[in-house]
């Protein structure tokens, strides 16, 4: 059975950091695209950041670049997210993703984070 678990949420303050952590299980995902996505109350999940197998590419948002930073350890089969400089606006649930290689939608899914910024 597959599973994503992330963990690492919590509530901070404007500024502030934190590192979200999701861990793979029941399969190796070393070759899949990882990323994570968010969902912030009343609103549609959406997409925050990617990185290919290798980890030579990373993808993101424009609301995050250049505070946010994905990274994987395909040893561990973990993704990371580092999330600096921290907004309300970030406020919201994080969820993990993996997809199959050739495959354009992802198909894993965490059951979530929360992440809580407050002004």
């Known amino acids: 059975q597959v599973q994503l678990v992330e963990s690492g949420g919590g509530l901070v303050q404007a500024g502030d950091s934190l590192r979200l952590s999701c861990a793979a299980s029941?399969?190796?995902?070393?070759?899949?695209?990882m990323g994570w996505f968010r969902q912030a109350p009343g609103k549609e999940r959406e997409f925050v950041a990617a990185i290919r197998w290798s980890g030579s590419n990373t993808y993101y948002a424009d609301s995050v670049k250049g505070r946010f930073t994905i990274s994987r350890d395909n040893a561990k089969n973990t993704v990371y997210l580092q999330m600096n400089s921290l907004k309300p606006e970030d406020t919201a649930v994080y969820y993990c993703?993996?997809?199959?290689?050739?495959?354009?939608?992802?198909?894993?899914w965490g059951q979530g984070t929360q992440v809580t910024v407050s002004s």
């Open positions: 029941g399969r190796t995902f070393i070759n899949h695209r």
């Open positions: 993703a993996a997809r199959d290689p050739g495959v354009v939608e992802f198909g894993y």
